[in-house]
C-alpha cells in the first residue's frame, strides 16, 4: 500500500508540474529590419507597427539581437536546431543538403524536444526553412507564404529576361496586390494560429506562427501603402564613399539593381513596399497576440518574436540582406515570460540567436542537449544589466563577424577584414581594419573567432559572380551609390 501510494504521489506531483508548465508562442517575421526600434543611427522616418512595439513594451525587448546567418534558411536552421552554421554548413539558402542533414541528424531540434517532453507542437507559415525533422510538429500547416502575383505584375520595372526559359515573375517588386486582405497568405496563417489558441488544450503548447512580410516581393493591399505617402517616405542616411575602404570581397557582395532603382524616387517607392508590408505584418502579428489576450491561456504562455535577420534598404548601396554589417545582421527580438520579464525593459547586451533554443528549454523546464551553441537568455531576462561577456557571431558564404558592445569585425574567406568603431562610427562608414591605433583590439576579434580551418568548408562561393543565384539573377540587388551628395548625408 505504501508503494502505491508513493507512485500515486510521484504521478500526481508529474502531472502537476506538466500542468503548470508554460506555454510558448513563437512568432517570426521575414526579411524584417529594426528601423521600429526608433533609433536615430538607423532610421529617422516613419514605421508604423504599433502591434510590435505594443509587444516590446510588455516585456524585454533585446536592442542589440544579431542572427547566426543573414539569409532565410541558415538563420532559422541555426535558431531551431541550436547549431551554428560554420558547425552545421548551412551558411546559405542555396547548400548541399546532405553536408548539413548529416550534422543535423545527430541533434534534437527545438519544437523536437518540446514535443518529446509533452508538448503539442504546432506550425503555420515561414518558420523554417529547407531543414526539419521528421515528427517534430504534431501540427505543420502549409499555408501562407508568398502569395500569387498581381496579372499585370511586376508593377515596377522590367520583367526578369530569363533567356527565353520559363521564370517566376519578378520577385523584385512592389506595389498593391490585387488579392483582398483575407486572402493573403499571412492573413491566413494568422487565422490558422488565432484558432490554435481558440482551442481546449489538455497538455501545454509551442505554437509558431510565420508570416512571409515584409519579404519580396512588397504586394500589400493599397490602404497600407496609403500610410506612407511618398513625398513623406525617408530615405536612411548613406556615405558617398561607402564602399572605397572595402576589401574587394566585400566589394562582390554588392552588385547593383540600377534597372530597377536608380533615383531618389524609386528609392522612396521601393521604401514605401517595404514600410507598407512591415504595417501589414504588424497588423497579423496584432490579431495573433489579441487572441492570446483573449485566451484562458494568457498568464502562463511564453511570447517570443523574433525576425530571422536584417534588411538593408540603401545603406551601403544595398537593398537586400546577405551581408555581415549592422544592417542585415541587427534583427529583432522580443520575449514576454509571465513571472520573470516586466514591462517596458529592454536589454542592450548583443545577444545571438543560437541563445534562443537554450533560454526556451530553459523557461520550459526542459534538459538542454548538449549539442547547444548558444546559452540561455534567462539572466538577463530576469536582469537585464547582468554582466554579459559574449559577443554574437554571424556567417555568411564562409565570411564571418562579431559583434561586440563597441565594435564589429568581419572576417572573409580570403583573408581580408573590416573593422568598425561603432562608438564612433554606429553606421559602419569607416573601416578601422588597417589602422594601428586597433591593432590590439583587432587581433581579440580575430582570435575570438573559429579558426578557419575549423569551419565546416562552403566551397564554391569566392569565385563566384556578384549579384548571382541558381535561382534569380540579382538575389543579392543593390541600388546605385548615390554620388556628388545627392540624397546623401
Known sequence: MAVLSLCF???AVTASAAENRPNVLFLVIDDLNTWLLSNPDRYTGKVIAPNLQRLAESGMNFTQAFTASPKCSPSRTAFLFGVAPWKSGAYDNAVKPETVNAVLEKTTSMPALFRKHGYYTSKVGKVSHGFSQKGEWEVDQRIGGRDPYPPDAPLFG?????????????ERDWGPT?????????TRSADFAIAELGKTHDKPFFIACGLFHPHMPWYVPQKYLDMYPLKDVVLPARNPDDLDDLPEIAR???????????TPDEERSAIQGYLASTTYADAQMGRVLDALEKSPYKDNTIVVLLSDHGFHLGEKDHLQKGTLWEEATHSLLMFRVPGVTKAKQECARPVSFLDLYPTLADLAGLPKPAHLDGRSLLPLLKDPKTPWTFPALSAYQGHMSIRTDQYRFIRYTDGSTE???????????VNQTNNPEY?????????SLPPQDQMVPHPGYVSSPPCCSRRWPCCTSLIRPRRNGVESR
Open 178 to 186: 490585387h488579392l483582398p486582405e483575407s486572402e493573403m497568405g499571412d
Open 158 to 170: 522590367p520583367k526578369i529576361d530569363n533567356k527565353g526559359k520559363p521564370v517566376r515573375k519578378n
Open 9 to 11: 504521489i510521484l504521478f
Open 252 to 262: 562582390n557582395l554588392v552588385g547593383s539593381w540600377s534597372a530597377k532603382v536608380s
Open 419 to 429: 573593422l568598425y568603431d561603432r562608438s564612433k562610427d554606429p553606421r559602419e562608414w
Open 439 to 447: 591593432f590590439v583590439i583587432k587581433q581579440k576579434l580575430a582570435d
